[in-house]
Nanobody, 120 residues
Framework: QVHLVESGGGFVQPGGSLRLSCAASGSIFSINVMGWYRQAPGKQRELVAVLTSSGSTNYADSVKGRFTISRDNVKNTVYLQMNSLKPEDTAVYSC??????????????WGQGTQVTVSS
């Protein structure tokens, strides 16, 4: 089993910043991709940013230039630095990890989600 624990969500005014963290634990052999997704009320979940173990990144067009994803491979932790936040960034942000676990099995782990609210 793999457990993802997220932190760092909250309430912020437009133009402000937040930093999300997601730590993975469990019987993990390796993590191929870690990333963040979000879901706003009444909308489908969408990709925000992902980062591979080799350092390749992919961002949603709506967050490019404002959000930065990074990871600590030793700590199995991924971060999302969110700057210049807009009201449309309001959503539940969930962490995802594509893992290889004991027995060389693939495991797709999800965190419980953390609320980010951007409002004046």
């Amino acid at each position: 089993q793999v457990h993802l624990v997220e932190s760092g969500g909250g309430f912020v005014q437009p133009g402000g910043s937040l930093r999300l963290s997601c730590a993975a634990s469990g019987s993990i052999f390796s993590i191929n991709v870690m990333g963040w997704y979000r879901q706003a009320p009444g909308k489908q979940r969408e990709l925000v940013a992902v980062l591979t173990s080799s350092g390749s990144t992919n961002y949603a067009d709506s967050v490019k230039g404002r959000f930065t994803i990074s990871r600590d491979n030793v700590k199995n932790t991924v971060y999302l630095q969110m700057n210049s936040l807009k009201p449309e960034d309001t959503a539940v942000y969930s962490c995802n990890a594509d893992c290889v676990v004991s027995g060389w099995k693939r495991y797709d782990a999800w965190g419980q989600g953390t609320q980010v609210t951007v409002s004046s």
